[in-house]
């Protein structure tokens, strides 16, 4: 049986796979983009934690729930290296490698890995437009996942116990569920309208 000349199949290297690719590079450069313009909100200082509440956490969740898994982990790993070569684009205009390996730096470290899981959640239980999917995938990957490397990290690296990091990130809990909701809110309202744009290869 032989291909009718509208269905030939793409070779490596062919226009719609270099559009792909290419549309794939601006949807990671510009969620990337989101994650260093939500730094300019000022953060919100904890006076017992050295961990600053932000609005970049946003970012990350948006990164996933909209992206999916790897484009999502892709698109915050872009912000993290141009962070790590000194751009200023942390809260308080902070950048550079020193910020890798201070007391915050375990929720940056986990801020790709929760992009991931949320985008993976996702591909494989999210509905397109279904709100409650991308909500429950946001409180996993944007707060329990990010959460636990940050909480681990804080405890070893400031000397924290680490059931006073723990419950010290309380704090957090709240604003960070807004995040969630905010976050579940535009994915489901962009994969209306585009119901491939999160699902793996699309």
């Known amino acids: 049986m032989t291909n009718s000349p509208d269905q030939q199949p793409s070779e490596p ?6 559009v792909m ?10 969620f990337a983009a989101i994650i260093a313009v939500l730094g300019l909100v000022p953060a919100i200082p904890i006076p017992f934690l050295p961990v600053p509440i932000t609005a970049q956490t946003l970012g990350v969740m948006l990164a996933g729930a909209v992206l999916g ?6 698109a915050v790993l872009v912000f993290l290296a141009l962070v790590a070569i000194g751009m200023p684009l942390l809260p308080g205009g902070r950048g550079g490698i020193a910020v890798f390996m ?10 790709p890995i929760g992009a991931f899981v949320i985008g993976w959640l996702m591909e ?7 709100f409650v999917p991308a909500f429950l995938a946001s409180i996993v990957g944007g707060i329990v996942v990010i959460y636990a490397g940050g909480i681990a990290w804080l405890a070893v690296v400031a000397g924290v116990p680490l059931w006073t990091a723990t419950t010290g990130s309380l704090a957090f809990i709240p604003g960070d569920l807004i995040k969630a909701v905010a976050a579940a809110s535009v994915a489901t309202s962009v994969h209306r309208v585009y119901p491939a744009l999160g699902r793996t290869g699309g």
């Open 21 to 30: 690719r290419t549309v794939d590079l601006a949807r990671i450069a510009l």
């Open 13 to 18: 290297g062919s226009r719609p796979t270099e």
């Open 69 to 74: 898994g790897w484009r999502g982990a892709l």
């Open 124 to 130: 494989r239980y999210g509905r397109e437009g279904a």
């Open 102 to 111: 201070g007391p915050t730096a375990g929720f940056l470290l986990a801020w």
